[in-house]
């Protein structure tokens, strides 16, 4: 698939607008600079008639991306661009929403290319279900070649009531929307964990946080953005084995708040037993590999935590 078969847009409302923004976008990014400029490319083709911006934090980036977010400084984008100097993707994320001007915040990624009808669609998913604070949309594939990993492919909506146990993946950090109010109520986005740290699960840490305070999610399948993550099948091994180390983080993370350590003890009890009958049926211990890898990530999140005079994150 090619950029130039997303139709193109009008004129999009110029930053100053965003003060009366519908929507905020929030774009990560740290030197990635052919993705960033090509997903900004898509951006520009984004139908939407309200006032929306679109915020990007430069994770301290020593490639080009500073002269490629300067060079849609005049495309017509809302753009707002700002730097986050503590390296990691949830620190950065949570620098994005402090600036966002939107009730209504919406997180993607810098390799992630924007159907035209996603804000409408965002839009439209929030309206409809005033009830619900947190969201997920579906992610595909751009190129077909790539390994279907961090996707989401489905096409009904599932309802994720509160207090419920969030699996991790249920939700992706790709395409999600949340509630201004909701992500300032339970304290943020974890600026110490994500992408770029030891620890990157800040994505589904933000959904389980807002579910145990109270807060309805929802995925709905009408907000789509294509991912072009350049995968192949032989990079999985190396991409699962930090996906075990991301869950990991995240149970034990869970285990720190009373309002998740039973769901999450009786989620990971579960799993481990499934990977123990897995073992017994093909004799061999191939399949806890992934279980001791999230017991490990466990235990490091677990000493990271308790160090003294580290801070105290929600």
């Known amino acids: 698939m090619s950029l130039s078969t997303l139709p193109a847009s009008p004129a999009a409302p110029s930053a100053q607008s ?9 774009i990560c990014t740290r030197n990635r600079a052919s993705q960033l400029a090509q997903a900004l490319q898509a951006w520009t083709r984004v139908k ?9 934090v430069d994770n301290q980036s020593t490639d080009d991306t500073p002269s490629i977010i300067q060079g849609y400084a005049a495309s017509g984008l809302p753009l707002v661009t700002t730097v986050c100097t503590k390296v990691g993707l949830g ?10 001007k939107a009730e209504l915040l919406f997180f993607t990624d810098d390799d ?11 839009e439209l998913v929030a309206r409809e279900n005033a009830d619900a604070a947190f969201f997920g949309g579906r992610i595909l594939l751009w190129d ?4 279907k990993v961090t996707v989401d492919y489905r096409e009904t909506a599932q309802r994720y009531e509160t207090g419920r146990f969030i699996k991790a993946g249920s939700l992706q950090g790709a395409n999600f929307c949340i509630r201004r109010e ?6 943020g986005v974890d600026d110490t964990i994500g992408a770029g740290t030891p620890f990157p699960f800040e994505d589904i840490d933000i959904f389980a946080r807002a579910s145990a305070s109270g807060y309805d999610g929802l995925f709905d399948p009408r907000p789509v953005v294509y991912h072009h993550h350049g995968r192949k099948q032989a990079d999985l091994p190396t991409l699962l084995k930090a996906y075990d180390k991301g869950r990991g983080g995240y149970y034990m993370k869970c285990l720190f708040d009373s309002r998740m350590r039973r769901d999450a003890l009786r989620h990971w009890y579960w799993a481990w037993l499934g990977s123990l009958r897995e073992c017994w049926r093909s ?11 999230e017991l490990r990530a466990a235990l490091h999140y ?8 580290l801070p105290r994150r929600p």
């Open 18 to 26: 965003g003060s009366q923004a519908a929507i905020s976008v929030i």
């Open 91 to 100: 620190a950065a994320r949570e620098h994005g929403r402090r600036l966002a």
């Open 182 to 187: 909701a992500l300032e109520r339970i304290g």
């Open 48 to 56: 939407y008639t309200a006032a929306w911006e679109l915020i990007i």
């Open 283 to 293: 004799r061999t211990a191939a399949p806890l590999a992934s279980r001791w890898r």
């Open 144 to 147: 077909e070649s790539d390994a």
């Open 302 to 309: 677990m000493k990271a935590r308790l160090a003294p005079g």
């Open 112 to 122: 992630c290319y924007p159907a035209a009808e996603v804000l409408s669609a965002w």
